[in-house]
């Protein structure tokens, strides 16, 4: 028999490309995340707020574990504009 087809596997797809650690993904302002600032996360002030799900939920799946929230978007108490589809 013949085969050896392996897949291509193109385990770099940068699909999320603009995502970036430090840029909060729900108003694109600063996030003031100690991590992407190279800090000790212990020192990050998401370490004593209290996230809103709602915050949470808004999170583009892109962003999910690359991209912290802004203190005022964890609050929601920022005015956020809904995407424009
Ligand atoms: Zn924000």
Request: glycine share 8%.
């Amino acid at each position: 028999m013949r085969g050896g087809d392996v897949a291509a596997a193109a385990p770099h797809a940068d699909e999320q490309a603009g995502i970036e650690a430090g840029i909060c993904p729900l108003c694109g302002g600063s996030n003031q995340c100690a991590m992407a600032a190279q800090q000790a996360a212990s020192g990050c002030w998401c370490m004593q707020a209290d996230i809103a799900p709602a915050a949470l939920a808004a999170i583009p799946s892109a962003a999910l574990d690359r991209a912290c929230l802004c203190p005022r978007c964890a609050a929601m108490t920022a005015p956020t504009t809904p995407p424009a589809a």
